[in-house]
């Protein structure tokens, strides 16, 4: 069973950086494809970075070009590096690991950008 533990959510002002990390248990990190997604409140959970085992990278529109997404196989982690923060960021931000057939989720960490 994978455990997803992510951390360095917390509040900020706009035009601000955090930088989120899941430390991912078991020993399928570096075959998996890991993934950033993220939940505003009364909006659906909506997918904000992917990287892929060979560390090929995408992003939803919203953030392209200001965060960046990056794994690291032998701490078993992934990041999310987030710069010039703007209100609408505001959400929990959820890891998501995936190789076929399983999936796995973390249990989320709260990112506040106040204006």
């Known amino acids: 069973q994978v455990q997803l533990v992510e951390s360095g959510g917390g509040l900020v002002q706009a035009g601000g950086s955090l930088r989120l990390s899941c430390v991912a248990s078991g020993t399928i990190f570096r075959l998996s494809v890991m993934d950033w997604y993220r939940q505003a409140p009364g909006k659906q959970r909506e997918l904000v970075a992917t990287?892929?085992?060979?560390?090929?990278?995408d992003y939803a529109d919203s953030v392209k070009g200001r965060f960046t997404i990056s794994r690291d196989n032998v701490k078993n982690t992934v990041y999310l590096q987030m710069n010039s923060l703007k209100p609408e960021d505001t959400a929990i931000y959820y890891c998501h690991q995936r190789r076929f057939p399983r999936e796995y989720w973390g249990q989320g960490t709260q990112v506040t950008v106040s204006s």
């Open positions: 990287i892929t085992s060979g560390g090929v990278t």
